[in-house]
């Protein structure tokens, strides 16, 4: 496969790398490359991790902070001597250490019910530097659950595979993408770029390339949306049998951009095929009917495809 000189290869962001046979972008969107060689503080984020973190991860991170603070607070009111907070059970040290947990719960969480009071200087002191603890935990916690919220999340639905099928009497590159949300997505638009191998004065190169689009924007995004990269004299991929596509190691990259009017922000999304999830020879099956005349997608048709000669 030689480079048609109509074309120009360009630079999208990802240097050197020839030689790379693993996919640039991950099914999450996310690079896939390795990042080395940085100090730890300059590639720990750790507000960036909070909010990126899975809700289980995140609320049992909570759960264990606010566990691990009041054990330490309760162990420190024993170390004091029980004798410092006044109403406390002394009838066992199980009651006494029991009694210091939830009174330190009572502390961090500013509840107080009044059963359990510090006496001295030294048990006031802790329960107050408790009391700041608390509120500062509370504070940064529901900061962190406000932004979690609050975070723009494009909830897009890929088809699995993308297909080569037949188009104007020519060959296009198709795949899908539906709205998995109610909200409603304007002024949606999508980019396609590919990476690929191809031969330019007896080397086999990577190369980069947008690929032009039957259509790259809509105004509304109800149902759903099959992209068309179609496969002309402007394509890499034109004149291309299987074989050679298949050893161009073809990699598509897809960057999704709408306005969402429930966040009242544009959002975004990345995805990826590589060749094995390429089909040649393949053609949609239809996810849109009506019944009783009102539109109908079929989102578990998604995937479905039906093989054809080209």
């Known amino acids: 496969m030689a480079l048609n000189n109509n074309r120009i290869a360009k630079d999208f962001g990802f240097g050197n790398v020839q030689n790379q046979r693993v996919r640039m972008l991950n099914k999450d969107g996310s690079f896939n490359v390795v990042r080395k060689g940085l100090p730890f503080k300059a590639s720990f984020n750790f507000y960036h991790l909070l909010l990126n973190l899975p809700w289980a991860k995140f609320v049992f991170l909570i759960v264990a ?132 191998f191809e031969v330019v004065n007896g080397e086999r190169i990577r190369s980069f390339y947008t690929l032009n689009l039957e259509r790259n924007t809509l105004l509304f995004f109800p149902t759903s949306w099959t992209v068309v990269h179609p496969i002309d004299e402007k394509s890499p991929f034109f004149e291309l049998n299987e074989k050679e596509f298949k050893a161009s190691e073809t990699e598509l990259l897809i960057v999704f951009k709408a306005f969402d009017d429930k966040y009242l922000q544009t959002i975004h999304a990345t995805y990826s095929y590589v060749l094995n999830e390429i089909e040649w020879g393949a053609k949609f099956n239809s996810i849109l009917s009506v019944e009783e005349g009102w539109p109908v997608i079929d989102f578990a048709a998604m995937n479905d495809y039906s093989k054809v000669k080209l």
């Open 65 to 196: 902070w606010f566990t691990f603070v009041n054990l330490a607070f309760a162990f420190v009111y024993m170390w004091l001597g029980a004798e410092n907070l006044q109403g406390i059970d002394m009838h066992s040290f199980r009651n006494q250490f029991l009694d210091s947990f939830f009174f330190s719960t009572q502390t961090f969480t500013t509840v107080g019910y009044g059963r359990i009071s510090p006496i001295g200087v030294s048990a006031n002191i802790i329960s107050s530097l408790e009391a700041l603890v608390g509120l500062m935990s509370f504070a940064l916690i529901t900061g962190l659950l406000y932004g979690r919220f609050s975070m723009p999340e494009s909830r897009l639905l890929f088809s699995e595979n993308a297909v080569v099928a037949p188009y104007k009497e020519m060959k296009a590159i198709m795949f899908r993408i539906a709205n998995l949300q109610k909200s409603q997505l304007l002024n949606v638009e999508v980019s396609v770029s590919v990476s690929l």
